[in-house]
């Protein structure tokens, strides 16, 4: 047990990829799919054993720190804290649902399908337990790969085009926060450790430069407007795994990126360039509210509401007030339940159906009633009802925000209220009404399976909207932190490096 529990962040990074060599050795689709599902419990138990064991008392638990390449004094370095418990628990959570849910699809290649999952499983497991900054880069990159082999190989008509679109926009940020790791490894005098790189008092200058490299990559990848174009079109051509799996832990890098590197990193530059972000946040959360309005397709509408949600979570990211980055942190997580839950149910309409237009449904309560209500529950958590996980962050993030800007924390209030109207408005029109299209009038309800994959997330919108302060609390530690170091360097604590 000494043994698991001394390697548990290094178990649980890689137990992924055990899956790769038995689903090699076997030709049997159903084999393979069931090899992969299992493969992923694994991970999900080594997540609830670091729940089991966290204390969340010192800055970074479970730390492994074993030379790498020690010429460029490079370090396989690894740690856990409040902010990235959740994301792991998150993603260990979210993938077995993932695979139970492609069951039936793809019917080629799905050797290959399943392999993608489980390496990109292991690239974000990676980034978020990562203290060397060669080494989350390794793992931010090593993500890039399976994700546009998934969307290029598996998704929709325009596929090729929505992957490469992916790829050149992650990649171009990359390039410069690339740049800027080797900037900062230069001025700390040739170490990558995230710890020591924490006590290093830049220069406003040095900070802003930098800051803006790395801001540009993260703000990619949230994505903050008006870097969100590559998304729609990522999250509408994508498989409906890949899209879950986009919208429930992908898009979270930025936000975590935000949180673990740039405020701590670079707190001068943030607190003069915070009004900006808020700036951007809430535009982005009225422009993507009001982009889902007018959409006709279930999946782009789903898509465009993430750039809504996620500008909450920029929005209390850069309050820089213990709720706001506390409610934050808990967004990522209601985002990834809720909105994943979403795709799933556009994934399983399309599959009887195979339209995703709003237009083509109408009284679907009648035929498909449990489909309905499971519908009906995740809409309600994704805008923001009281009793559902949704509403906590929110909450938290409008009271942080209001602290610093009332007018910032009145706009998010209208991105609520648009939510609602588009969200209600799609269950209204595809739901209720007349069945009066012969094609709906034979679809199937959810099978077994698919309702046993929807209810674990609707018992965490549930379990989250009732009792938010088991994960609040593990996160308190790292939040005073976060704003205690900010807040020490960036009022002149600075060497002038």
Request: overall charge positive.
């Amino acid at each position: 047990m000494n043994f698991l529990d001394n390697h548990l962040l290094s178990l649980l990074i890689f137990s992924p990829l055990a899956g790769i060599l038995p689903l090699s050795l076997v030709s049997n689709d159903r084999l393979q799919r069931s090899i992969a599902f299992l493969t992923t419990l694994i991970p999900l138990a080594l997540s609830l054993r670091l729940l089991a064991l966290f204390q969340g008392t010192s800055p970074f638990e479970f730390q492994e720190v074993v030379p790498w390449l020690p010429l460029f004094n490079v370090y396989y370095r690894l740690g856990l804290d409040g902010f990235s418990l959740p994301l792991v628990l998150l993603t260990t959570f979210l993938m077995p649902i993932i695979f139970l849910s492609c069951w039936e699809e793809p019917k080629k290649k799905i050797r290959q399908f399943l392999v993608f999952f489980l390496l990109l499983q292991t690239g974000m497991l990676g980034v978020f337990a990562s203290l060397d900054l060669f080494l989350f880069y390794v793992f931010w990159e090593a993500m890039l790969i399976p994700m546009y082999f998934l969307i290029g190989l598996w998704g929709g008509p325009r596929r090729v085009y929505a992957a490469l679109k992916f790829v050149l926009y992650t990649m171009v940020g990359s390039l410069l926060m690339l740049a800027a790791i080797l900037a900062l490894y230069s001025l700390a005098g040739k170490t990558f450790n995230l710890l020591d790189l924490y006590r290093l008092g830049l220069s406003e200058t040095k900070q802003l430069l930098l800051f803006g490299a790395f801001a540009l990559a993260f703000a990619v990848k949230v994505p903050l407007f008006p870097f969100h174009t590559w998304l729609p079109d990522a999250h509408v051509e994508a498989p409906t795994a890949g899209s879950v799996i986009l919208a429930g832990v992908l898009l979270k890098m930025g936000t975590y990126g935000f949180v673990r590197f740039a405020l701590p990193l670079f707190p001068q530059a943030v607190e003069r360039l915070a009004p900006l972000f808020m700036i951007l946040s809430v535009i982005g959360i009225v422009y993507g509210a009001l982009v889902s309005m007018v959409q006709e397709d279930m999946k782009k509408l789903v898509a465009y509401s993430s750039v809504s949600h996620l500008g909450f979570v920029m929005l209390g990211i850069f309050s820089l007030t213990p709720q706001g980055i506390a409610g934050a942190t808990l967004q990522m997580v209601n985002h990834g339940i809720s909105t994943g839950a979403l795709f799933l149910l556009v994934g399983m309409i399309y599959e009887r159906r195979h339209s995703r237009q709003i237009a083509d449904f109408g009284g679907l309560a009648s035929s498909m009633p449990i489909f309905a209500m499971l519908f009906l529950i995740v809409s309600l958590s994704s805008l923001g009802l009281p009793g559902t996980n949704g509403f906590v962050g929110e909450f938290l993030i409008l009271l942080g925000t209001y602290k610093v800007g009332p007018l910032f924390a009145a706009i998010g209030g209208i991105g609520i209220i648009f939510a609602a109207v588009y969200l209600l408005w799609m269950v209204r029109r595809v739901f209720f009404g007349p069945l009066n299209k012969k094609e709906n009038r034979m679809l199937r309800d959810l099978t077994p399976r698919e309702i046993g994959l929807l209810l674990p997330l609707v018992f965490l919108i549930f379990w989250i909207g009732f009792y938010p302060g088991f994960l609040l609390k593990r996160m308190d530690n790292a939040v005073n932190q976060l704003l205690e170091n900010t807040v020490y360097f960036s009022h002149g604590n600075t060497q002038n490096n």
